[in-house]
């Protein structure tokens, strides 16, 4: 059964799109279950970083704790022991969350830089944790330039992977669309976002529980001929049909909220434009909407009447209940949370963190990008590095029958032999100059620094 405004879409699989779609939702579902209620499946604590964010370390720790409690997410709390044990203290949960102390902390301001001026901060403890497999994913609530400069240095990209990109899910229906990337890698190539193409597909499959996530290229038209050079070559690429992912055109900025498709992708600085742009909006918009409705005592009733409609309108559009963004692409689990986060943001971004961990997605990129092929790399396997020199080879033993072969070594002719000539100064490598070249060029005078030229006689001029 399709809703009322879902058309039903052929699936690779047999039957509908929307079936499939349900289908794999229902495996996902059926998969966390597992993993939740097997101990040697669940996934490792969430790290979580308590020293980032606007609201450190208090509110940070409340939605920890909060996940915790009420959800069964395991978490490890990153920061300033003292701190951490003293607010655990107040909320009556001391000692049943393990604590992992760091000496520094980014500020909120700092930028890309921070990751090597401060080693010690929580941010790099955190990812040392994931690293070692002491945690599953890191929570952060720090500055996007410092946690993502931190996590790509300490964590490093997965193998075959270009560029991180940071996805986040837009309040669109029937269901949230994916859009990356949004500020981790401002300046692209078209291969790039062919693989952001994959990072979001693998993202969608487990965060939308979709089989087959339709992918949209962000443009300026919806025309494949519209667009700078980089979305031409890149909608070419992605409509080539060999990448591993659904393609469905270029969509353009109007169709963010539409749902036309279920991931967009574009750079870095356009996707940090667009959502910062969608944020902006949606606030003005509610404050509109919000001076209307209590501007009089008709329009409080009609508002109380539509009360339920305008709280699920407020949820829907609320920043705080999707988590935060995910930077994908790295060998683990990042989830950068808004500045602003507080309690109710922190425990959605550790929900977030806990579910992708369940769904093995770094395993699941991992094979994404494996499936992902570019005109680039046309035949290159994932992984392998000496690929070039076996296309090489394949082009060399691909040579059309009568076309003449490359030319090997040149052999050096016996010079015992009398009936053979004696090589020329050119033939034996040595420079084809007269014996008196370098006289002539040491009388020459120099044209370059001062210092280079000879120096003059007594007589010179």
């Not at 993993?35 to 920890?64: F, K, N, Q, S, Y």
């Not at 931190?150 to 269901?175: N, Y």
């Not at 001929?225 to 690429?237: D, I, P, T, V, W």
């Not at 490598?429 to 014996?435: F, S």
Request: proline fraction near 7%; charged fraction near 25%; aromatic fraction near 2%.
């Amino acid at each position: 059964m399709t809703g009322k405004g879902e058309q039903a879409r052929p699936s690779p699989t047999g039957g509908t799109q929307p079936a499939a779609d349900a289908r794999a939702r229902e495996a996902n579902d059926a998969r966390a279950r597992v993993v939740t209620a097997d101990p040697r499946l669940r996934p490792a604590p969430i790290a979580v970083d308590t020293m980032g964010g606007d609201h450190a370390p208090d509110e940070i720790i409340d939605g920890a704790v909060e996940a915790f409690r009420e959800h069964g997410v395991r978490v490890v709390l990153v920061g300033q022991a003292p701190r951490i044990r003293a607010r655990l203290d107040r909320l009556g949960i001391a000692g049943e969350i393990p604590i992992v102390h760091a000496d520094e902390a980014l500020d909120m301001g700092e930028g890309a830089l921070a990751s090597w001026r401060k080693p010690r901060s929580s941010v790099a403890i955190a990812c040392h944790l994931v690293k070692q497999g002491r945690a599953s994913a890191l929570v952060s609530a720090g500055s996007t330039a410092g946690v993502v400069a931190t996590s790509r240095l300490r964590l490093k990209g997965q193998q075959g992977v270009m560029k991180p990109a940071i996805a986040v899910t837009l309040p669109t229906r029937p269901r949230p669309t994916v859009l990356l990337d949004a500020g981790a890698t401002a300046d692209v190539k078209p291969e790039t976002l062919v693989q952001f193409a994959a990072l979001g597909t693998a993202y969608a499959q487990i965060r939308l529980g979709l089989a087959r996530p339709r992918v949209g290229l962000l443009n300026i038209g919806s025309e494949a001929g519209k667009g700078n050079k980089l979305a031409k070559r890149a909608h070419e690429l992605l409509a080539s049909g060999h990448n591993g992912v659904e393609f469905a055109g270029n969509v353009e900025g109007h169709d963010l909220l539409a749902g036309k498709v279920d991931v967009i992708v574009t750079d870095g600085f356009t996707g940090n434009v667009a959502l910062k742009t969608l944020e902006g909006t949606v606030r003005t918009a509610f404050g509109e909407l919000r001076e209307a409705v209590t501007s009089s005592r008709t329009a409080r009733v009609g508002a109380l009447l539509q009360r339920r409609k305008l709280t699920e309108l407020k949820d829907r559009f609320d920043s705080d209940t999707y988590g935060g963004g995910v930077l994908l692409g790295l060998n683990g689990t990042v989830i950068i949370a808004h500045g602003a986060s507080e309690a109710r943001a922190v425990t959605s971004a550790c929900l977030l963190a806990h579910e992708l961990a369940a769904g093995r997605i770094v395993e699941r990129i991992r094979d994404q990008v494996a499936a992902t092929r570019t005109s680039r790399f046309p035949r290159w396997p994932h992984g392998n590095h000496d690929a070039s020199k076996d296309g090489a080879r394949e082009g060399r033993d691909a040579r059309k029958p009568g076309e003449p072969d490359e030319p090997g070594p040149r052999e050096i002719p016996d010079t015992n032999d009398p009936n053979v000539s004696p090589p020329s100064p050119v033939e034996q490598g040595e420079d084809e100059r007269r014996p008196d070249a370098d006289a002539d060029t040491a009388a020459r005078p120099a044209t370059g620094h001062p210092a280079d030229r000879p120096e003059r006689g007594a007589g010179g001029r």
